[in-house]
Each structure stands twice: as C-alpha cells, then as structure tokens.
C-alpha cells in the first residue's frame, strides 16, 4: 500500500517538475512561435496580433509587458551578436549596416531584467532623427561603458545586456514571408574589458 | 528500480500536458501582468498620463524611452467609451488589448489621415444595438470593436528628441477617454 502510494507520488513529481518546468523555459525564452530572425535580430510579428499563439501570450503576461501591435510597430531583439555570443555591456559592442525601412525607428539598451541602464548622461536610447548618418544611408551605433565619439549608447559595464530595435509604421511584418524582414544591421563584439 | 519506470514515463506524459494546460492558463493566473501593473495609475474609464520610464522605476519592463504615454483601463459593461487623442508633431498611435493583453487593434496618425483621433469604444453586442439609421449617418464615424468588456487603450506618442518632451506631453494631456453618453 506504502509503495503503491509512493509510486503514484513519484509519477506526480515528475510530471509536475517537467510540466512546469517546461511552460517556466518556455514563458522565458522568445515570444512564441513565427520569429523573423535577421541576423542576430529576432522579432515575433504575429505577437502583436490577435493571432498570437499561447507562448506569446504567456511570455507577455508573465514579463509584464505589452507587446507592440503590429499596426503600429514590430520590435526586433537582439540578445547575442552576429557570432552567437551574448551580448557584454563590457564590451564595445558595434552596431552597423542598413534598416529596412519605417517611419521612425528607435534602438534601446535593457539591462537583463528589461531596465534601462543609469548613466550620467541620461541617455537610454536613439529615436531615427537623434543619430549621426553616413551620407549613404547606413547608421553606425558603439554601445560601450566609457563615451566614444559618434553615436554612443552607455551599457554602465552591464554583463548582459538587451538591445531591442523598434520599427514604427512598417511594412516589415505584415507579411508572412521571412523574407519581407528586409535588412538589419549587424552586431559585433571586440575590446572586451 | 524497474518499479520506477512506468511511473516516470507516465509522470513525463502527464508533464506534457500539465506544460500545456499551465502554458494556456498564464495569461489568467499571472499576477503582475501589464493590465495589473498599469491599474497602480488608479481609474477606470479615464486616461492617465505613464510615468516616464526611468532605470530606477517603469510602469512595465521594456518600455520604449522615446515614446510619451497614455492608458485608458476600460470597462465597458456600463456602456460605450469615446477616445479622443490629438496627434502630435511626429508620430501617434492608439493600441487596444485585451484583458489578459492580446493587442486586437491599432491605429497611428497616418491611418487615421487627421488632426484629432476620434473613435467610439464598445462590446459588438452595443454596437448591434446602436440605431440603424445612426450607423449610416455618421458613415466616417470610426468604431472600434472590443472582443471583451474589458481591456486597455494604450496611447504613443513620439518624442523625436529630447527637446520636444514638454511639449509632446502637454499634448497627450489634452487627450480623453470617457464614457460615450
């Protein structure tokens, strides 16, 4: 009877341990189905529609956050670098190229728990019309702990750090294909302090 | 050991389906979720300026730094809402979630192609009930369906650079959100 009891106990366990555990991972990591991923870059469209699958749903309601609706914007996150590395606010981290187009753009940086980062110079983050261009249309951006000439976003020397990219009134998203995510710029990492 | 097996291979199965039924529920179960975090700006049925987010104190985590903005937690059951949002310099947008945030609904500026943003906020089963006649007369009457009796209008408005904050929040302040009647 004891050991009758105990195995009951033992496949309940398990079944709440990975159950939960799995639905833990999962409200954690990514917003759902659907990702558009342009190099490091990765946005979830159908998240701000009401088509949203319930890992979106359930990562949103779990963070806190409200995601962005698609007819007003798409929001590109970028965790690691183009390599694969986790993105180290130690770090210069350089972010370079073209963007698919928007009416306006704005580039973010979150501490990992979605802060925003204190700095002397109270600066969180570049709107479109804030940056310095390249007279050929491509944007250049350092993220650094110490100030740098150019467009400079402080990281406060954050270990990891969150970069999110948001489009406001694009194109990109709307439709299904991947390969309507345009360009994005790329992200890499050197001079690690 | 052997005894063991069964009970966690049908521990694993019956994980995969408590994984599925936790996934569905925690958008309901979540307590601190965005529509709990923004009822702290207290009133229902009216807009209330988000604070600024700072990296010391946000509304909710994530939020974009370069945007001023406004929310409107609703209740419809007492009927329709009306929404009023004056567009801004650069950029404004008017987003609708739902209770548990499923974003359902979202217009900017542009869309909308005027100065003022004005839409009427109501349950389908309000709108069925509007008189016909009324329906076909205000024909650029913007009406915006919600698929439940609560939720949230969340308003954006651009500051394109610092400078321009002052002014873009005066702006929003002029904004409204109230019961329709």
Known sequence: ????????????????????????????????????RV??????????????????????ARSGEL??????????????????NRLDGRCDIRIAGRLSPARFWTITVYDARGRLIDNAAG???????????A??????ITLAPRARSGNWLPTGGREDIVVILRLYDTPVGVGSRSSDAGEMPAVSQEHCS | MRRYLLPIAAGLVLGG??????????????????????????????????????PF?????????????????????RGALRVRVPVTADYTSVSFYTRHGLAYYALNDRSAGRRLIELELMTPAQRAALPEDEDITAADRLIVESPTTEGL??????????GARGAVRARLNEASCAPAA
Not at chain 1, 16 to 22: E, F, S, V, Y
Not at chain 1, 135 to 140: F, H, K, L, M, T
Not at chain 2, 17 to 34: E, F, G, I, K, N
């Open chain 1, 39 to 60: 190099g490091a870059w990765s946005a979830w469209p159908k998240s701000g529609t009401p088509d949203a699958d319930p890992y979106a749903r359930a990562a949103f």
């Open chain 2, 153 to 162: 209008v969340y308003i954006r408005a651009l500051v394109r650079e610092r």
């Open chain 2, 17 to 54: 389906l408590v994984h599925l039924l936790s996934t569905l529920a925690l958008p309901r179960l979540a307590l601190d979720d965005a529509y709990a975090r923004l009822a702290q700006l207290g009133a229902l049925n009216a807009l209330r300026l988000v604070p600024e987010p700072t």
């Open chain 1, 123 to 133: 600066r969180y983050g570049f709107t479109s019309s804030e940056l310095v261009w």
């Open chain 1, 135 to 140: 007279s050929d249309g491509r944007v250049e």
């Open chain 1, 67 to 84: 995601p962005l609706g698609l007819a007003d914007g798409l929001a590109f996150y970028a965790v690691n670098d183009d390599g694969g």
């Open chain 2, 57 to 77: 104190a946000a509304a909710m985590p994530r939020m974009d730094p370069a945007f001023e903005s406004a929310v409107c937690r609703y209740d419809l059951s």
């Open chain 1, 1 to 36: 009877m004891a050991l009758r009891a105990l195995i009951l106990l033992v496949a309940f366990v398990v079944a709440a341990a990975t159950g939960l555990g799995l639905t833990w991972l999962a409200s954690a990591t990514g917003n759902g189905f659907g990702a558009v």
